[in-house]
T-cell receptor
Framework: RKEVEQDPGPFNVPEGATVAFNCTYSNSASQSFFWYRQDCRKEPKLLMSVYSSGNEDGRFTAQLNRASQYISLLIRDSKLSDSATYLCVVNKPLGTMDTGRRALTFGSGTRLQVQP | GAVVSQHPSRVICKSGTSVKIECRSLDFQATTMFWYRQFPKKSLMLMATSNEGSKATYEQGVEKDKFLINHASLTLSTLTVTSAHPEDSSFYIC???????????FGPGTRLTVT
């Protein structure tokens, strides 16, 4: 089983639509969760961290369900500029490696294409 | 946010040659730097983690003698792909983090093509 799993998409939606991405992770000891976005042939950029209580940043809402090991990202009123690949990212938990590492594990990403 | 630079952004080399990629944190001290590789339409795969002043820790399946990592200062890490082969062609991305945060700042990546 992959450490972080995402539906690869693509999700093709019209402008203004609401779209939701889901992600599951396998290690229950994971501690930090993020959504990154990656444009074609570019580096990933942090979109938002994900907190247990859920958090919102403008049109973006992230939720975490630790019991189900499930993370979601909701984009409302989607814009053309939202077209990108959205990466679910989980940190490797402490205790299984040197504490100085704290590497991130990336899902394979969900591609979003917003159409006019 | 913090800035990480990578150089070169694109390199084409012949099979058998070595290529060095630099990763610099421009406005913060990066205690840890990570090197990732990404094949087309695939996720980023962690290759190795380096802490300043110590040897890099490589992920399973990554040859340390082929991918030499040096993290000589708090602002610079280098990845050298030795004796490159066409299958090493990929997008190599570094990231850096400071001491007190999980957040990583990514460089713009280096696209390596080995002919």
């Amino acid at each position: 089983r992959k450490e972080v799993e995402q539906d690869p998409g693509p999700f093709n939606v019209p402008e203004g639509a609401t779209v939701a991405f889901n992600c599951t992770y396998s290690n229950s000891a994971s501690q930090s969760f993020f959504w990154y976005r990656q444009d074609c042939r570019k580096e990933p950029k942090l979109l938002m961290s994900v907190y247990s209580s859920g958090n919102e940043d403008g049109r973006f809402t992230a939720q975490l369900n630790r019991a189900s090991q499930y993370i979601s990202l909701l984009i409302r009123d989607s814009k053309l500029s939202d077209s990108a690949t959205y990466l679910c990212v989980v940190n490797k938990p402490l205790g299984t490696m040197d504490t100085g590492r704290r590497a991130l594990t990336f899902g394979s990403g969900t591609r979003l294409q917003v159409q006019p | 946010g913090a800035v990480v630079s990578q150089h070169p952004s694109r390199v084409i080399c012949k099979s058998g040659t070595s290529v060095k990629i630099e990763c610099r944190s421009l406005d913060f001290q990066a205690t840890t730097m990570f090197w990732y590789r990404q094949f087309p339409k695939k996720s980023l795969m962690l290759m190795a983690t380096s802490n300043e002043g110590s040897k890099a820790t490589y992920e399973q399946g990554v040859e340390k003698d082929k991918f030499l990592i040096n993290h000589a200062s708090l602002t610079l890490s280098t990845l050298t792909v030795t004796s490159a082969h066409p299958e090493d062609s990929s997008f190599y991305i570094c990231s850096a983090r400071g001491l007190t945060t999980y957040e990583q700042y990514f460089g713009p990546g280096t696209r390596l093509t080995v002919t």
